[in-house]
């Protein structure tokens, strides 16, 4: 297992960036691959983005591609979400993740273990 606690998060404006950061604790780390999540009020948890564990391939949904950016420094056992251009709808609670399948494997079920959130507010 592995222990997540996600920073960052905040009250910004439409257009803004924001940086993300998920601290994991415990081992194996780099041999997982890392998700971002996010769960708006009234609506279930949705992918973001997902970074295999050598860093090397990304998924994104399409709702984010091109604005965000997700990375990993297995050295500090970090995984960063990097938010461009934020939108209103981008408000939502943002859950780190890890999952013992490939990147591509996107659907939460898929991830074990999960951080606590941290909430992104985007005021238009």
């Known amino acids: 297992q592995v222990q997540l606690v996600e920073s960052g998060g905040g009250l910004v404006q439409a257009g803004d960036s924001v940086r993300l950061s998920c601290a994991a604790s415990g081992r194996a780390f780099s041999s997982y691959t890392m998700g971002w999540f996010r769960q708006a009020p009234g609506k279930q948890r949705a992918f973001v983005a997902t970074?295999?564990?050598?860093?090397?391939?990304?998924n994104y949904a399409d709702s984010v591609k091109g604005r965000f950016t997700i990375s990993r420094d297995n050295a500090e056992n970090t995984v960063y979400l990097q938010m461009n251009t934020l939108k209103p709808e981008d408000t939502a609670v943002y859950y780190c993740a890890a999952s013992i399948f490939r990147s591509d494997y996107v659907v939460a079920a898929n991830f074990h273990s999960w951080g606590q959130g941290t909430q992104v507010t985007v005021s238009s």
């Open positions: 970074i295999s564990s050598d860093g090397g391939r990304t």
